[in-house]
């Protein structure tokens, strides 16, 4: 049961253009999104993360949309570059009781072409 | 100010024996996380401890356990390894990893190939 879903594992982009990288939940418990990037053989480097309370948040060239009706997020990168070219994941958390775990999409490769 | 940092990076072993990782946090964070990455089954949490104690726990067999010391560092063992236990452990830290919704940070990782 995949509570986080990102169902596209890839994405090409022209440098310069706008990246969308999109997310799916099912679990409305959840009400802290993050996203993360991953090169090979590294740990996810975060990238921004929004609260349920919002529905925007930017930071430099990358914007995280919510739309908690819909279940649904995105990330925005504008304009892209080829050192974006990475494994991007977005996760989501909910409090478990005094703790949080973050439930992880499966990931989608955007490679940025110069 | 120093990452979150994991040692070994990379590991080899053979099944049946167990095996010993290691996550040193960021300074001044004292939630310590560990999951799983395989191809298939993406990031996977196993356990979250705060202050020494396990607060969290993941849909994991027991093999796999954990601790945290009290200088926060945390180490992780799976027992009688399997085949199926080849993966990317990695380890995140967050300040208390309470319902103030920390963000996690992230290790480099320990590459464990089970043969």
């Known amino acids: 049961d995949q509570q986080v879903k990102q169902n596209s594992p890839s994405l090409s982009v022209q440098e310069g253009r706008i990246s969308i990288l999109n997310c799916d939940y099912t679990?409305?418990?959840?009400?802290?999104f993050l996203w993360y990037k991953k090169y090979p053989a590294e740990g996810p480097t975060f990238l921004i993360s929004?609260?349920?309370?919002?529905d925007k948040n930017e930071d430099g060239r990358f914007t995280v949309f919510l739309n908690k009706s819909a279940k649904h997020l995105s990330l925005h990168i504008v304009p892209s570059q080829p050192g974006d070219s990475a494994v991007y994941f977005c996760a989501a958390s909910s409090a478990s009781g005094s703790a949080r775990q973050l439930t992880f999409g499966s990931g989608t490769q955007l490679t940025v072409l110069p | 100010k120093a990452g979150v940092t994991q040692t070994p990076r990379y590991l080899i072993k053979t099944r049946g024996q167990q095996v010993t990782l290691s996550c040193s946090p960021i300074s001044g964070h004292r939630s310590v996380s560990w999951y799983q990455q395989t191809p298939g089954q993406g990031l996977q949490f196993l356990f979250e401890?705060?202050?020494?104690?396990?607060?969290n726990k993941g849909n994991f067999p027991g093999r796999f356990s954990g601790r945290q010391f009290s200088n926060s560092r945390s180490e992780m063992n799976v027992s009688t390894l399997e085949l199926g236990d080849s993966a990317l452990y990695l380890c995140a830290s967050s300040r208390t990893g309470g319902p103030n919704t920390d963000t996690q940070y992230f290790g480099p990782g320990t590459r464990l190939t089970v043969l």
């Open positions: 401890y705060f202050s020494e104690t396990q607060r």
């Open positions: 679990n409305s418990m959840f009400d802290y």
């Open positions: 929004i609260s349920s309370i919002k």
